[in-house]
């Protein structure tokens, strides 16, 4: 089966230190993977994807996410935090076999920014 | 440019009943996809509309059911309603099956 695990629930950092959100995947196909960030009471906003092109992947407001195939892993890092970052991140897979288009959902990661 | 648009934002039920949900897909898309967020979980796949066909389903019972317009709005529609169907509901838009999903607010579901 398909899954994607985020390794921590929450995690705190001071403003203006790095960011490190943790997920592994498993696919037995070339997955498409994601990471989309949800606020409070706002809907989910895409950061950024990897879909088979360069393995370091640059998304929206300075985070970015390494696939790393031998690891199975898709770590979303930042160099430097912010208080707007705080909120709900998810790792995303998709694509997990050729006629499947769904969204697989880790179970999130919330993110506190400590000023 | 509308993004993503559902309706209403907020709904209450009781057990029992039914309720439909709608949503509007981004302008120039053509393909509707359903989830189903419960408080403190990551959204879970109910099924996908693609030229008014569902193309796909999630795990969920035949309680759930949508539809798809010719202009690709969607509707979702939950019959005999349970306690734990609480949840917000998202639905997300893309052109063609595969591609970037666009998602929209949410509607926020509570079943007492």
């Known amino acids: 089966a398909q899954s994607v695990t985020q390794l921590d629930s929450h995690v705190s950092v001071s403003e203006g230190t790095p960011v490190l959100l943790r997920c592994n995947y498993s696919s037995s196909y070339s997955p498409s993977l994601f990471w989309y960030v949800q606020h409070p009471n706002k809907g989910l906003q895409l950061l950024l994807k990897?879909?088979?092109?360069?393995?370091l992947v640059k998304g929206i407001n300075g985070f970015e996410a390494e696939f790393k195939k031998s690891e199975t892993s898709f770590h979303l890092t930042k160099p430097s935090a912010h208080m707007s970052d705080a909120a709900e991140y998810f790792c995303v897979v998709s694509g997990t076999s050729a006629s499947s288009y769904k969204l697989i959902f880790g179970s999130g990661t919330r993110l506190l920014v400590r000023p | 440019d509308a993004g993503v648009t559902q309706s209403p934002t907020h709904l209450i039920k009781t057990r029992g009943q039914q309720v439909t949900l709608r949503c509007s897909p981004k302008?120039?898309?053509?393909?509707v996809s359903w989830y189903q967020q419960a408080l403190g979980q990551g959204p879970q796949f109910i099924f996908q509309y693609y030229e008014e066909e569902e193309r796909q389903r999630g795990n969920f019972p035949d309680r759930f059911s949508g539809h798809q317009f010719p202009n690709y709005s969607s509707e979702l529609n939950v019959n005999a309603l349970l306690l734990g169907d609480s949840a917000l509901y998202l639905c997300?838009?893309?052109?063609?099956?595969?591609?970037?999903?666009?998602f929209g607010p949410g509607t926020r579901l509570t079943v007492l």
């Open positions: 302008s120039g898309h053509d393909t």
């Open positions: 990897y879909t088979s092109a360069a393995t």
């Open positions: 997300a838009s893309s052109l063609l099956a595969g591609n970037e999903q666009f």
